[in-house]
């Protein structure tokens, strides 16, 4: 089946401490994207990748870095100086950047 | 002003009912428009991807745009609890420009 994976699930973390978000796709698409979430709130894009080992910078990116070292990864890392990280993480691809994009289930990150 | 608005209701119907959501935006450059359903703590799904003007249909659900009026729709027909979600509208001019996404409007179909 293709699709795109997200692990974990749930993440929980304590202050001061990085932790990294994986996204894995199978879909073949050269574009990928991280968005964050908040309750009642639309999707927020930290950052964006349109070909291996390129990214840009999003609406939201202080506070996180990202990686593309491969086409199907696009792993997402929650620093220390990301103020407000409690959220739920989402990570996209598309065929190309701008096309239709298909979601992952998601990543919740609460930090205690 | 936002580039893309869209009501974030909730929008409560009877099961059965035609459901019609809507969204504008202001940036005339916009060329793909698509609609996403997403339920409580899952990512969101696509469920329609039109281009330009025109109607499209899938179902049980008809998504429109009217690009003279910067307005787009979805509308569900004989809806059911099980359409109870968030549904997002997003839009993109297309080649490699950023993809924005409206705040989502939560529906609720009462059985």
């Known amino acids: 089946d293709g699709g795109i994976t997200q692990s974990p699930k749930y993440l929980f973390r304590k202050e001061g401490q990085n932790v990294t978000l994986s996204c894995e796709q199978n879909?073949?698409?050269?574009?990928m994207y991280w968005y964050r979430q908040d309750p009642g709130q639309g999707l927020r894009l930290i950052y964006y990748?349109?070909?291996?080992?390129?990214?840009q910078k999003g609406d939201i990116a202080e506070g996180y870095s990202v990686s593309r070292e491969k086409k199907e990864s696009f792993p997402l890392t929650v620093t220390s100086a990301q103020k407000n990280p409690t959220a739920f993480y989402l990570c996209?691809?598309?065929?190309?950047?701008?096309?239709?994009?298909?979601f992952g289930p998601g990543t919740r990150l609460t930090v205690l | 002003q936002k580039e893309v608005e869209q009501d974030p209701g909730p929008l409560s119907v009877p099961e059965g009912a035609i459901v019609s959501l809507n969204c504008t935006y202001s940036?005339?450059?916009?060329?793909?428009f698509m609609w996403y359903r997403q339920y409580s703590r899952k990512g969101p799904e696509l469920l329609m991807y039109?281009?330009?003007?025109g109607n499209k249909e899938d179902g049980r659900f008809t998504a429109q745009v009217d690009k003279s009026s910067k307005y787009i729709s979805l509308f569900i027909r004989d809806s059911q609890p099980s359409d109870s979600a968030t549904y997002l509208c997003?839009?993109?001019?297309?080649?490699?420009?950023?993809?924005?996404f409206g705040a989502g409007t939560r529906l609720f179909v009462k059985a």
């Open positions: 996209a691809s598309s065929r190309l950047a701008g096309d239709e994009q298909f």
């Open positions: 879909l073949n698409h050269d574009a």
């Open positions: 990748s349109q070909i291996v080992n390129d990214f």
């Open positions: 940036n005339s450059a916009f060329q793909y």
């Open positions: 039109t281009y330009s003007s």
């Open positions: 997003a839009m993109s001019a297309g080649g490699g420009f950023k993809t924005i």
